[in-house]
């Protein structure tokens, strides 16, 4: 079974710093991986993917994670943080090549950018 | 276009009613998830369908849960005999066959049980 760790439940930053939020995932096969991020009072949305090739992907919003295979992780980054990336982040994985499949999340860490 | 729409936003009822709880996909999605997200539980599957059948129920917590799927669109979530630990936002995510892997979120409908 899949599962994944966000060891940041919490994270507060004062706006231009940096940000790295972990993730650790557990999986014996080949995943795909996910960061969604959810403001407040808005749904989830999705905001950048990994399934192969290239490990460092890219998103929206100036985020990007990085996949390392041996150490099972999928940070997400940004060089430099806005008030309005105050929100929380999941990070999800799914098991890859298998057709529809359900997203195992993390706990989520909420991120607070004072401005 | 139009993304993931869930009914209704918000539900308070009392515990040992039933509810349903309605979700429609994104239009030509073919796959469709409920998820559940609670305080202390963090987002848990529930189940998905593809097409009208439900491959992985998995993760329906009890047999007072169950959803149905018609027409490969809508799908509706019911609880019956509610209670207190029911209380989560129950959120609906679909996906299209090409891009299988990756899902798309609903609003979420807020249930209160009291």
């Known amino acids: 079974a899949q599962s994944v760790s966000q060891h940041n439940h919490h994270v507060i930053l004062s706006e231009a710093a940096s940000l790295e939020l972990g993730c650790n995932y557990s999986?014996?096969?080949?995943?795909?991986l996910f960061w969604y991020v959810q403001y407040p009072g808005q749904h989830l949305q999705l905001l950048l993917k990994?399934?192969?090739?290239?490990?460092l992907v890219k998103g929206i919003k100036g985020f990007e994670a990085e996949f390392i295979k041996s150490k099972f992780s999928f940070n997400l980054r940004k060089p430099s943080v806005q008030w309005s990336d105050t929100a929380e982040y999941f990070c999800?994985?799914?098991?890859?090549?298998?057709?529809?499949?359900?997203?195992?999340f993390g706990t989520g860490t909420r991120l607070l950018v004072s401005p | 276009g139009a993304g993931v729409s869930q009914s209704p936003s918000n539900k308070v009822t009392e515990k040992g009613k039933d509810v349903e709880l309605r979700c429609d996909p994104i239009?030509?999605?073919?796959?469709l998830y409920w998820y559940r997200q609670s305080l202390g539980q963090g987002l848990e599957f529930l189940i998905y369908?593809?097409?009208?059948?439900?491959?992985?129920k998995s993760g329906l917590p009890s047999d007072r849960f169950s959803a149905e799927r018609t027409g490969g669109s809508v799908s509706t979530l019911t609880i019956q005999r509610t209670q207190q630990e029911d209380s989560a936002v129950y959120l609906c995510?679909?996906?299209?066959?090409?891009?299988?892997?990756?899902?798309?979120f609903g609003p979420g409908t807020r249930l209160l049980v009291l």
């Open positions: 990994y399934f192969s090739g290239d490990p």
């Open positions: 999800a994985v799914n098991a890859a090549n298998t057709g529809f499949q359900k997203l195992v």
């Open positions: 999986y014996g096969g080949t995943v795909n």
């Open positions: 369908f593809q097409g009208n059948s439900a491959p992985d």
């Open positions: 995510a679909s996906s299209r066959k090409r891009d299988q892997e990756t899902q798309y």
């Open positions: 239009s030509g999605h073919t796959a």
